[in-house]
T-cell receptor, first 115, second 114 residues
């Protein structure tokens, strides 16, 4: 049962245009969402996050939108640059009654920005 | 170094052998996570250590998998009697506290079981 889904395995975008990466989740108890970027042969690196009390968070060229009613979040990159080419993972976490956290990751979307 | 380090970076082993994977988290980070990424899959949670608390082992796929964290720092993931389906990239991450904040990942260990 995939609680966090990234239905697009790959995406190609022209340099300078907007990249939109989507993520859907099923667990309404998730309260924190993150996006990670991963280059080949490297570990994922944190990109941007959003708490469930917000619907938008912006950091430079990166904006994450959260639609709780639709259980959907998206990452917008504008303008896209060739260096943004990587695999992007969304992740969700739930604060468990024990006070611990568990992160559930999606399967990733490979973004290719064409020069 | 300032980041999370993992060793070895690559490991090729024969089916049935035991392997040990090592993770050095960022100094001062109390939370440590192990994940596995199989081909075409997302990051699969394996185990989570938080300070001196009992680890959350709920993600370990079988009793062939175990992990320990000594002195609240270095962690070792052990896979006994490896199987071909254990082939994956094993990633370690650490975070400052157990809060739902940013995890910092190591580069991973690529395990291939022949």
């Amino acid at each position: 049962d995939q609680q966090v889904k990234q239905n697009s395995p790959s995406l190609s975008v022209q340099e300078g245009r907007i990249s939109i990466l989507n993520c859907d989740y099923t667990n309404s108890m998730f309260d924190y969402f993150l996006w990670y970027k991963k280059y080949p042969a490297e570990g994922p690196t944190f990109l941007i996050s959003i708490s469930s009390i917000k619907d938008k968070n912006e950091d430079g060229r990166f904006t994450v939108f959260l639609n709780k009613s639709a259980k959907h979040l998206s990452l917008h990159i504008v303008p896209s640059q060739p260096g943004d080419s990587a695999v992007y993972f969304c992740a969700a976490s739930e604060t468990l009654t024990s006070g611990t956290y568990k992160y559930i990751f999606g399967t990733g979307t490979r973004l290719k920005v064409l020069a | 170094g300032a980041g999370v380090s993992q060793s070895p970076s690559n490991k090729v082993t024969e089916k049935g052998k035991d392997v040990e994977l090592r993770c050095d988290p960022i100094s001062g980070h109390t939370a440590l996570y192990w994940y596995r990424q199989s081909l075409g899959q997302g990051l699969e949670f394996l185990i989570y250590f938080q300070g001196n608390s009992a680890p959350d082992k709920s993600g370990l796929p079988s009793d062939r998998f175990s992990a320990e964290r000594t002195g609240g720092s270095v962690s070792t993931l052990t896979i006994q009697r490896t199987q071909q389906e254990d082939s994956a990239v094993y990633l370690c991450a650490s975070s400052l506290t157990r809060g739902g904040e940013t995890q910092y990942f190591g580069p991973g260990t690529r395990l291939l079981v022949l």
